[in-house]
């Protein structure tokens, strides 16, 4: 079974502060890797993909990949209320289009 | 920016009833999706489409699902005889070439909910 695990969360942070989002892979196949944000009753909205080991930045926003380990994370800087949310990690596998998500990790970020 | 849009927002239907969900891709984008989120679940995929052809269905995507791309923009779902299991939101998502890597980019969804 291909799966992609992520705790439920909630991950409750202060405003300011660093969160951290992690999410596991079993497929040591899997390709390309995404990170969403979904807002409760919203669809998915793309944040960040990563597809070679190592770290991606982007503003507020670092993906961190480590195949070996079939590990990927996501660090929000700064966090703001807004943040709050559920992130869905998802994962491609080779040859295929088809994202495969996890749960999603719920987070609050309180002032 | 480019939107991919969903009609409509919401759809309530008797059990057993015929629904299409439609869909308006990013223009000049090539590779169509459909996934589904049951309430409270995580996000499934339902189906890929390219070049008028399904490149690849999941086992949710049974005989009575069928998909759609009856014009040079929409992009349908077809659910023939719904089931009180159809319940939940549906999303449409597209990219825009066969790149190896690439990024999907979804549609608001559809709720839909089956009596």
């Known amino acids: 079974q291909k799966e992609v695990e992520q705790n439920s969360g909630p991950l409750s942070v202060p405003e300011g502060a660093i969160a951290s989002l992690n999410c596991t892979y079993s497929d040591r196949g899997s390709q390309s890797f995404f990170w969403y944000r979904q807002y409760s009753g919203k669809s998915p909205e793309l944040i960040m993909s990563?597809?070679?080991?190592g770290d991606k930045e982007d503003g507020r926003f670092t993906a961190q990949l480590n195949k070996a380990s079939q590990y990927v994370s996501l660090l929000i800087r700064d966090s703001q209320p807004s943040d709050s949310a559920t992130y869905l990690c998802?994962?491609?596998?080779?040859?295929?289009?088809?994202?495969?998500f996890g749960t999603g990790t719920r987070l609050q970020v309180f002032p | 920016e480019p939107e991919v849009t969903q009609t409509p927002s919401h759809q309530v239907t008797q059990m057993g009833q015929e629904v299409i969900l439609r869909c308006v891709p990013i223009s000049n984008h090539l590779y169509f999706y459909w996934y589904r989120q049951i309430l409270g679940q995580k996000v499934e995929f339902l189906v890929s489409?390219?070049?008028?052809?399904?490149?690849?269905k999941s086992e949710i995507f049974d005989d009575q699902f069928s998909v759609e791309r009856p014009d040079g923009s929409n992009f349908t779902l077809k659910i023939r005889s719904t089931k009180l299991e159809d319940s939940a939101m549906y999303f449409c998502a597209s990219i825009g070439g066969r790149l190896y890597y690439n990024e999907q980019f979804f549609g608001p969804g559809t709720r839909l909910t089956v009596l």
């Open positions: 489409f390219y070049n008028n052809e399904i490149s690849e």
């Open positions: 998802a994962v491609t596998l080779h040859n295929t289009d088809k994202l495969i």
């Open positions: 990563i597809y070679s080991n």
